[in-house]
């Protein structure tokens, strides 16, 4: 829901709580990614997408096709 209401850094702190908990998380892992996308933290989400691409591959092209 934070998310959608753009206020980022609560819902980047969120999943990365359910990171914590569930560290293959692929939505979580996608996610925060594309967070640090929008928050122009480039480097974190270059390190969401290499967990996310042994995880769930296709998860992890789409999550780079924002970053190119």
Same mark, same amino acid.
């Given at each position: 829901? +934070?998310? !959608?209401?753009? $206020? +980022?850094?609560?819902?980047? *702190?969120?999943?990365?709580?359910? !990171?914590?908990? *569930? /560290? #293959? #998380? *692929?939505?979580? %892992?996608?996610? *925060?990614? !594309?967070? &640090?996308?929008?928050?122009? #933290? $480039?480097?974190? @989400? ?9 995880? &769930? /591959?296709? $998860?992890? @092209?789409?999550?780079?096709? +924002? %970053? #190119?």
């Amino acid at each position: 829901a +934070y998310r !959608l209401l753009k $206020r +980022y850094d609560e819902s980047l *702190a969120s999943y990365v709580r359910v !990171l914590e908990i *569930a /560290p #293959n #998380n *692929a939505d979580a %892992m996608y996610y *925060a990614g !594309l967070i &640090n996308i929008v928050k122009g #933290n $480039r480097t974190a @989400a270059q390190a969401y997408y290499d967990k996310l691409k042994s995880v &769930n /591959p296709e $998860r992890a @092209a789409k999550l780079l096709s +924002y %970053m #190119n």
